[in-house]
């Protein structure tokens, strides 16, 4: 399989916590890019950060990118209900393909 | 700006039968990239179109294929369907290429019995 591997698989956490997770790939990149996938929106863009950017943000999200480890992670802050969703890392290599991570599953407990 | 579209969004065919799923980018999006999600095998590449030119592939067998017209609209097909096949297929469109945000739709639930 081509796929990233991200971890956890899945994560339960207390509401206003926060949570991170993380995922890895195999060869080198152009970009990685973070979606989220719920029942009630399907799956939205959240963040791409190129292989050239080591740290980007958005509002509550923080993303790490590790060329060397070849490794990204996704941090949200004081996490809320609405939070809850699968997370997935998506990698565009070099023959502008798009690979995607299993995802992680979040739970935020209210 | 009007969403991606995807139709239909259920179906239910049998084995050997063929497919064809329909998807509407949104306006001014030129690529069109099509998605196989499955519980065991997650998210999977199928290929992506670009000014009616399928312009990447992922490892599927040539059951599977796709176009993509003049308006960016596109069209998959899956022929002699399998039991395998069943999976929520998703259309996303972006602006240039798949090294932009892409814009997913909500899908199509695909049944194969």
């Not at chain 2, 700006?1 to 084995?15: F, N, W």
């Not at chain 2, 592939?57 to 599977?64: L, S, V």
């Not at chain 2, 308006?71 to 469109?93: F, H, I, K, P, Q």
Request: aromatic share 10%; proline share 3%; charged share 20%.
């Amino acid at each position: 399989s081509q796929q990233g591997e991200e971890d956890p698989q899945a994560l339960s956490i207390q509401e206003g916590e926060n949570a991170t997770m993380n995922c890895s790939y195999k060869t080198s990149i152009n970009n990685l890019q973070w979606y989220r996938q719920n029942s009630g929106r399907g799956l939205v863009h959240l963040i791409l950060i190129r292989s050239n950017e080591r740290e980007k943000h958005s509002g509550r999200l923080r993303v790490t990118l590790d060329t060397s480890k070849k490794s990204s992670s996704l941090l949200i802050t004081a996490s809320r209900a609405a939070d809850t969703a699968s997370y997935f890392c998506a990698t565009e290599n070099s023959n502008y393909q798009l690979i995607w991570g299993a995802g992680t599953k979040l739970i935020i407990k209210p | 700006k009007a969403g991606v579209t995807q139709t239909p969004r259920y179906l239910i065919k049998t084995r050997g039968q063929q497919v064809t799923l329909s998807c509407s980018p949104i306006s001014g999006h030129r690529s069109v990239s099509w998605y196989q999600q499955t519980p065991g095998q997650g998210l999977q590449f199928l290929f992506e179109y670009f000014s009616e030119t399928q312009r990447n592939k992922g490892n599927f067998p040539g059951r599977f294929s796709g176009r993509q017209f003049s308006n960016s609209r596109s069209e998959m097909n899956v022929s002699t369907l399998e039991l395998g096949d069943s999976a929520l297929y998703l259309c996303a469109s972006s602006l240039e290429s798949l090294g932009y945000e892409q814009y997913f739709g909500p899908g199509t639930r695909l049944t194969v019995t």
